[in-house]
């Protein structure tokens, strides 16, 4: 593996670059099929099944893509970096090197970090970093309260106007209701996307896996079902008060589905993301006190996975999200209930998400769609689609080949995935941010 | 006298002792017969023995106790050990920090023995891994704590003859009970049947997939039963979180002669201490001489943790290079 050198901002030039002998998926416009692909700098100049048919432009680089698919990069539209505040875990750097070589070529960073992105000039700063520090793209999400404390509203106009593409107080929820009514209903004069963690804090208190029959066993304080559901609940009538835009970003109960989707049904203006994880793991994974599988929202049952996976399948579920969480050693060698929630994710969200594909759940298509299509169209960005005049974001993955997550081969600088030693099927082979090579595989 | 364990056949399979979770029947008859030879050991003016002399002890106690540190020093002490106790202040560092940064100091001190108690469930386990010896969990958060179901296994085995068929109630604050979960556990595997008798507030969820009837009501929960074990309510949990208040909780869930008397007439009644007379018990219950057997269970307790101390240390090396640090 190796990784371009220079970050992709540098030069936005004229150099054309053919994408030929692709199998190419545009979820934008549900095309699956044998494709070819022309960019220009840092745009997508036209997309066809054919458009070489009299031979390669002169002065074109020709990139063969041996059949592998070929989509719009991965948005991933939740990610902690430990930048500012927490280097030692992530900076950005770190964790768009993660992204590129996981095939994402936006991320969507989390504004709980210290100092709290919950000023213009922090939003700048972010912005900043990212363009020379990082070889994705690089989207703050800023925090909907001011210090993320729940007590009084942040600058959601001014912080939209420096670049903050959404707001959310991260792992914490928006807990006061009259609060949330009121950034909501300001949040909508701006069209400004307010995003919850979906947990009554008082349910979830002291709680650090899902309560049932494991919680009990291992001694350990179980969230239930409820602090979801009710938060969810409560959320969807302020919706319904002030006509905003709500993305709950993360469900982990079949119970949430059911919510959405009648939620939806009724035409609310409502979404939701779910973790690469949740699709994959449940309770069981926590075995006997593995902190790697402690995550927020708990893992849950079986069943409620299960019902995940149906909702990414039948379209209830917007996005899939890695939640790229990076916790050092420190903060997950320690007892069951004292250690750090989270997990890494970026390197593995296509891989993991692509389980739902290969057990036949779901398209390739639709699923590639809640990566990239549907986040950005939540979030106005532009992206996500393979059509002309459209940022040259591409991933190119091989669905079939299988590998093995190791300790050694992760790229970010905390190691804390839970899904180490696991078999997964799905490697990416190349990564273009705004027509130049981010990543590229070398050993396939 | 000679070693009361050389007698027998012995084989117990097992490194460290961090749950009853982890113990087959045989394990546990195993245990409970080489402590029942202890006790007579104990009621000797010459108690003690050579067995691990030479070996270290150390009392490692993140939580405060009276009962289960000073039975473990003076097991260790009976049987030849050098005894250190620890008790680690958890006010100044933050806990996690102290129990990673602790095992490793202390392994390098070369231990053989090391005796822990956590107020987090799973650290004694997590400690386990860090450390060369032989780790005993002397409680763990809401986890376990399976000496105490040893010793209150004991207890009834030597009263009752054995555990197969009996019938017994566990009534109280099961949720943050590690003594709970450890017996319920142990009584299943030897064969008894096991309720539980709290009000909901005190029961963790699903508690019936343990394999145990629920009660909430103390006289339909005590009908019949043989053998009457009551657990602490803790302090910080009396007042209006989970219980409404302390007459509240007695008047419904207190151990008094009106609620014993749907219990067999020969029930025991049991508590692993430190008791809260008028809380969950009444004062003349629990020094019923006929019925209580509650300072039995500490003079048990001893004895179960001779045994449990020389059934692991037969796995320890003996040759002192095995144990080097890692």
Known sequence: ?444 | MSNPGTQQAIRFPHRHLLGIKDLSAPDIDQILDLADSYVELNRQVDKKQNLLHGRTLINLFFEASTRTQSSFELAGKRLGADVLNMAVSNSALKKGETLIDTAMTLNALRPDLLVVRHQDSGAVELLAQKVDCAVINAGDGSNEHPTQALLDALTIRRRRGSLQGLLVAICGDILHSRVARSNIYLLNRMGARVRVVAPPTLLPAHIDRLGVEVHFDMREGLQDVDIVMMLRLQQERMHGAFVPSLREYFHFHGLDYEKLSRAKPDALIMHPGPMNRGVEIDSEVADDIDRSVIREQVEMGVAVRLAVLDLLSRNLPVNSSAAGAK
């Open chain 1, 1 to 444: 593996m190796s990784v371009a050198a220079t970050g992709y901002n540098s030069a936005p030039g004229t150099h054309l670059t053919a994408y030929v002998n692709a199998r190419m998926i545009d979820p934008a416009s549900g095309y699956d099929g044998p494709g070819e692909l022309l960019t220009q700098g840092g745009l997508i100049v036209d997309a066809g099944p054919k458009l070489f048919t009299d031979g390669v432009p002169a002065e074109c680089e020709i990139i063969d893509c041996a059949g592998q698919v070929l989509c719009p990069g991965l948005i991933d539209m939740k990610v902690f970096v430990g930048e500012p505040g927490a280097e030692h875990k992530e900076t950005l750097e770190s964790a768009s090197l993660a992204a590129a070589v996981g095939g994402v070529t936006t991320i969507i960073t989390m504004p709980n970090t210290d100092p709290v992105i919950d000023d213009i000039s922090l939003v700048e700063f972010l912005k900043r970093r990212a363009r020379f520090g990082a070889l994705v793209n690089v989207h703050p999400m800023a925090a909907a309260t001011q210090g993320l404390q729940g007590i009084g509203m942040s600058e959601i106009g001014l912080m939209r106007q420096a670049g903050a593409v959404a707001f959310t107080d991260g792992e914490r929820a928006i807990a006061n209701a009259v609060l949330m009514r009121r950034i909501l209903s300001y949040a909508s004069r701006y069209d400004a996307l307010i995003v919850q963690h979906v947990e009554e804090p008082m349910l979830a208190e002291g709680g650090c896996m899902n309560e049932g029959e494991i919680a009990t066993r291992l001694g350990l304080t179980g969230i239930p079902d409820a602090a979801e559901t009710i938060m969810l609940e409560r959320d969807l009538r302020l919706v319904q008060l002030t006509g905003a835009r709500y993305h709950a970003d993360q469900l982990s109960c079949a119970a949430s589905v059911e919510i959405m989707r009648a939620a939806k049904r009724q035409g609310l203006p409502v979404s939701c993301g779910v973790s690469a994880a949740h699709l994959a793991l449940n309770e069981n994974d926590v075995g006997n006190y593995r902190t790697f599988f402690k995550l927020s929202p708990p893992l849950r049952r079986e069943e409620d996975r299960a019902a995940l996976v149906a909702g990414v399948a039948d379209g209830t579920i917007d996005v899939i999200v890695s939640g790229h969480n990076p916790q050092d050693q420190e903060s997950k060698r320690l007892p069951f209930a004292q250690a750090a929630t989270g997990g890494i994710g970026l390197e593995t969200l296509l891989s993991v998400a692509l389980g739902c594909f290969h057990n036949g759940h779901i398209s390739l298509c639709d699923l590639l769609a809640r990566m990239t299509t549907n986040p950005a169209r939540l979030l106005g960005l532009p992206g996500g689609k393979l059509s002309k005049g459209q940022p040259a974001d591409l991933t190119l993955f091989d669905p079939g080949k299988s590998w093995i997550v190791t300790h050694n081969q992760v790229r970010s600088k905390s190691k804390n995935t839970p899904f180490e030693d696991r078999h997964l099927q799905g490697v990416v082979l190349r990564t273009v941010v705004a027509g130049e090579t981010g990543f590229i595989r070398e050993e396939v």
